[in-house]
Structures are given as C-alpha cells and as structure tokens.
C-alpha cells in the first residue's frame, strides 16, 4: 500500500507538539484555547433545548450545503457592521474555519501551485494546505503585518495563487496588519491576480486600539475569501465557522464542501442561531474581551519581569497569542523539551513547526487566553527563570 | 483567478440534481432521505440537556482530532459485535461517512492513480474522489454484487490504488455483495495490494434475509477501510460518521482530519454518546426496520402493478433504495425532466449523474425511506403511468 505524496508529517508533527504540550498538570501556553469559564454553557443549553422543541419538523433532516439561512443572514449582518459587504446568499457555513482553509486550497491549488504564507503562520493551516502540495513562499511578519517588499519580490518573479494572511492579532505573532498594508496588500493581489485567504477567528477580540478594516473590505475585485469562526467567541467544540466570497468563488467552494462532508449540522446551526436569537453575542465578547485583556496584561507584566534582557516580547492588541523572540541561534524547541517542560512543567509552541520547512526556531508562540491568572502568573515566571538559566549556561559554554 | 484543475463541475451537478429534485411540492424518491418521523427527538433532546449539565468542564472545548473516546469504546463495541474486530484505539470520528471518504482519498490518491468505483455509485462518492483527480475505472454492479472477473481484468491490466464499494444494500442498486464475492474481494485486494473503502451507512438496516460479515471481517492484511455512520440510525443532521481501519492507515488519516477540519464537535459527539448510554439503539433501529420494510414493500407493490413490462424493478433486502431499469437507449434524466417532474410532480435519481463520465442513462435509483406510505402509493402509481405513456409515445414514433 502506497499512500498518496502529501506532506503531511510536518504538520501532524506540529499538530502533535501542540497536544503534547497539553497535558493536564503541564501549565500550557501551547495551545490555542479560550478560557473555559468563559463558554455559555447554560445560554447553549437553552439555545439548543429551544431548538429540539421548536415546530421545525427538519431539525434533524439533511438540510442544504450552504447552511442555515437564518444563521446566514445574521452572519451577513454581523459582516456588514464589520465593514464587509455581504448578504445570506453570500455565506457558506463550515466545520470551524479550519474548513475554510481547507476548501479555498481544494479549490485553487493543483500540485505544485504557489502559496504565500506568512512566516510564522498557523500551524494548523499547513496541515491543511500541505494535503494540495503547493509551492510554499514564506513572508515574514514585522510588527505591522507582512513584509510587503518581500511579497512583492516573490509575485514579481514566481506564479502564486493564494496569499494566506491572519490581518488581526496573527497567529502566532499577535501583530496586526496596519491600515496602509491592508489597502497596498489587496493592491498587489489586484495587480499579480491573486486571491487571498483573510483568516480571522481573532477580529472581534481587540483588547486596546481602534478597529481596523478587514481586507475584505478593500476587494473591488471579488478575490479576497474571508473566514469567520465562532470557535474563539462562543466555543470550539461547536465547531462552526464560516465563509464570505465573491459568487465566482463561493458557487464552486459549495460544491466542494459537498464533497467533503455533505454540510453542516443543521441541529449545530439551528443550536446557534437559537442562542443568538435569545443571547447579545456582543456584549458577551465585551466579557471576554475584559478577561483577556487581565490575562495579558498579567502575562506581559510578568515576562518583563524575569525574562533575561536578550530575549522580547510584544504586547499585543488583541487575540490570543503573543509572540517570544530568543536570541539568534537559541533552539525553542530543544529548550522547551529537554528543559522547560521536564523542569518547569511549561510549554509554548517553538517557532520550528510554525513555517513551512525549515524555519528559524529561535521564537515561541505563548498563548494568554486558556491558562488561569494563577498559571500565567508562575509559569511566565518559571519560563523566565528558565531561560535565564540556559541562556547563562550557554553563554558560559561559549 | 484560476481554480484548481478539479473535476467537480460533474459531480456538484449531480448533487445540483439530486436537491433540486427535493423540493417541497414533489414526491421526492430522489434524496437519500430517512423518514423524519422516526428520529428520537425527544430523547436526543434530553441526552444534549444531560451533556450540558454533566460534571465534563472541557464539554465546549477543543477535545482531540481521533473524537469523544466512550463514543468510540461503544462504537467499538457494536463493531465487534457485527464481525469486525477494533478498540476505541481503531476508531476515528468523522463528519459522517462522507468525511471518512474525504479522507481516504486524500490518504491514498495522487493525481492519475486508479480508483476503481461500482457502476453506478453514490454521487457523493464522486463529489469527494474528484477533488483528488483519480483515474476512474468502472466496475458493474450484479444481482450479487460487483462484477469481480469485470475486476479482476482491470486490476490485471491497470494500476488500482483503491476500491470503493458499498456491500451492504448498495446505494443506488440496492444489491447485497454475496458472501462468495466478499471473500473474492478481498482475496483479488490482497493479490493485487490494493486498499478497499467499504461504506456500510446502511448495514444495520437489513428487511429480509440473513447478515453476511463485512468485507473488513475478512481482511487479514489491514487494507479494508470500514466507514459507518448514524445519519441512517439516527439523524442525518447530527453528522457524525466513524472510520475503522490498521493502525498503519488510521495514524496518517487522523492527521488529514486534523488539516480538514481539526476535530468533530466534542458537544455533538457527547450528546450522541449520551443518548447511547440511556437508550436501546439496537431496539430504536428494530423499528427502524419495521417501517422501513413496510415502505419498501408498498414501494415494490405498486410499481410492479403499474409499471410497463420493459421496466425491470429489484426487490432489496435492506437499505434505502431500490434499482428501475428502463429499457436500452431511454433517456431517463430527459424523461424526468420533460415529463415525470413537471406533469406528475415526482423525483428520481437518473442513472447518469451516477458513474463517472458518461454512463449509461436508463435506469434510475428510486428512494423508499423519505417519502410517507401515501406519497409512494401516488407517487409509484404516477411513476408508473408516467413511464407507459412515454414508452408508448416512444414506439409510436418508431
């Protein structure tokens, strides 16, 4: 048995680190989790006791791939505040954004194709893109989104199809895209014909600072796909997300989310369309905002403490990462291993399966938003320590 | 902007069909529907109420890419029962059985590679293989199941990586793989080091006549993938499948659910196990039976009164449909189309959206589940009336 030629053990691997560094008594700063005492648990319930009760004798049918439609129009709602024109007909419900991901590479990639990613990226959508073999280009991320110049160096001499770009509060590095890159960005897809992938589970959790207009926004030509989840703003395991894009681009990514799971639950969807109906998601974001924003602040306050003087930490806007950066030549990923984690009980991402190939791994992603106050509190402090420590020791080896 | 070379144009156009051929004032024998009636609502309703009250904090969170591990120990349980031997360590949950063929595909096809289907097949099968670009090969299908010596001659000749079949009350034929034949695959799959996707959405739902063990029963080399699935069980918007396999094929394939989607919903894949814990499934699905061979006889009952003597009806055992072989040459999607849908408000599936490629045309997969006893008394009758007027129209005019 032959399996097909998809590069997937570097994203599994990545995957895998990820849910390694998870363990119950590890305090975790891996992982891309809300704060569980923030889920609405008893409004969901509610929400979804309303719908078994309710008169729609379909509930538990097979229902349409698109999805719900008054779960789409309050999404297109929803978008229109966020600067994104749009309306039910121009939304597709997806098993979280992750799905997202998956559909645009199924619909744009051939074996082969160029893919800009940024560099580091989200892990989880190499995993996705590396089962369509494409040809990666990593840009890096500067404190104001995407290195342009580099961008364009690439679109000017290579083909690429997809750019996949995180605008707010990126994972992992947290930055947000400023106002000129977003506009010159959409440019240069315009001028190189380019779709991009605007990924953007983090829009609604902006901890300080102004809202900026999602790329989406500036598309005159129908080639940016926006991604939407309700994973970091109701719960993950409802795994819903969803997608906006040009009629050009969403007819075909209907058919392909046909193929690949029929469609969404209606029973998921009716669940939280009820919730929604009876619940302001708005003012239960502002909730969440509040104790991220705690979270944070604790985790930049005490990083600054004991982290060593060669090693920095932005504080960012919003989101749910923040991102490390070590000195040049320091392996994360050893560190975490060998040292961190059997030593301290603490784990992070390391930069090394957060680009596509071979990667600088002298960084870490550090989520803020699932651990408690308590944990970020000891464990920046440990992992300051810790540092210090290797970082002497390296330094005396020299 | 270029979207990727996948064939999907065929496919969503049989899925087109299919939904457009659903609509509310028709009698539908087209949708692979279960009847409505007969999902456990209210006991759905109180295992989600009793998951959202349980004592599990992590209920709304990300859980694990493999799913909810009591779901998969029951159904490995209810696996071993029906012949195949697995542990909740062999199971992955996956977003229906569709997913698992999503999967499968990826884990197995690169561009070109054969893929040997039944002719005809699920169209959902081929909305999911052709975003992989297979090679296809088409094997008929028999009163007893695929045609193996039409197999072996292609297997002999061309490279095959994987068969998909449907043993078990075949979607659209409706036939049962003979005990005989099963071995034979499976032994022709060993020869030829070939992988099978065995689809058994419908294996608990047998009429008449005895269970045969499932392909992956026999399988002694690990090359039997088995996807099952509780849409046909229990509700088709719960979307939620299961995928047994060696542990050489599950590992990677857990790591292409992981890129596709991350996981299934930890909420949905706990409110199904909850339901298991506090209802009789195998007493649910005896009821299940019992309305559903009722439907099937009435189905054939009329038909066989009202239909010409130059069309040819099965009778199947178990399932969800039944096979309407029209004479040669008959065009069955023009006569749905021009005659049967506008004149007489009825829905089937025709052949052609069937088989990859161009098929043949005359024949059609006619569904006994969704529809209630009354609309397939008028709709059978209607169908039949509808075909004698054309086929008498038709050698008028030869």
Redesign the interface.
Known sequence: ??????N??T??AG?ETL?AASAPDVISFA????D?SL?P??E??QA??RS??NDD?????????AGYLPLRQKLAQRMCHDGISATAQDVLL???A??GI?LTA??????G?GLVVEGPTYV?AL??F???QPTYYTVPVEADGMDLQALQKILMTKQV?LIYTIPDFQNPTGTVMSLAKRKALVALANRY?V?ILEDGPYRDLRYTGENLPPLRHFDTEG?VIFLGSFSKIL?????LGWLTASA??LK?LM??K???????????MQGIDNYLQHNDLDAHIQQIRTCYRQKKELMVKTLREYLPDTCQINDPQGGFFLWLQLPAGFDAEAFMNNKLLPEANVSFVPASVMTPGQGPNNGARLNFTGPSLAQIRSGAKALGLSLRAALAKAQLSN
Do not use: C, H, I, W
């Not at 046909?258 to 998921?268: F, I, K, P, R, T």
């Open positions: 048995m032959e399996l097909a030629q998809r997937y053990q994203s599994a995957l849910f992982g891309g989790y809300p569980r889920f648990r008893q969901l319930n979804f006791s078994f009760t004798s379909e509930l538990l049918q097979y229902a349409s791939t997806t098993q979280g992750q799905q998956d199924r619909l744009l990639l051939n074996v194709d989880g995993a996705a590396d089962a369509y199809k014909d779709v080639r719960a993950p395991s409802l795994r050009e681009l075909p058919a392909l046909g193929g690949a799971d029929v469609e969404s639950s209606n029973l998921m």
